[in-house]
Nanobody, 118 residues
């Protein structure tokens, strides 16, 4: 079955770093599609954090610009979100999303928890 699996979340202190991974399987190839990272914290709206297009163009929310970097490894069919200088307000469940251009269908991962606290 088509599946997106996130990993790499955890507990870090402010100023620390994490690298999130989103691996695709089931005949879904990230390199052909737009991939976004979303985050959702309790009591807050879901936020689009970062995007990487099929062409490799990246965009970031103002709240993470300069601290987060989105990248892709086509051979591994995996996208990464490198998160540096983490702040408590970055605490959220992070979810990867793939918008399949050929079908206009969205696929979602289960999410990985990121907690930034001292």
């Amino acid at each position: 079955q088509v599946q997106l699996v996130e990993s790499g979340g955890g507990f870090v202190q402010p100023g620390g770093s994490l690298r999130l991974s989103c691996a695709a399987s089931g005949s879904i190839y990230l390199q052909y599609n737009r991939m976004g990272w979303y985050r959702q914290a309790p009591g807050k709206q879901r936020e689009l954090v970062a995007v990487i297009s099929s062409g490799g163009t990246t965009n970031y929310a103002d709240s993470v610009k300069g601290r987060f970097t989105n990248s892709r490894d086509n051979a591994k069919n995996t996208v990464y979100l490198q998160m540096n200088s983490l702040k408590p307000e970055d605490t959220a469940v992070y979810l990867c999303n793939l918008n399949q251009a050929s079908s206009a269908r969205d696929y979602w991962g289960q999410g990985t928890q990121v907690t930034v606290s001292s």
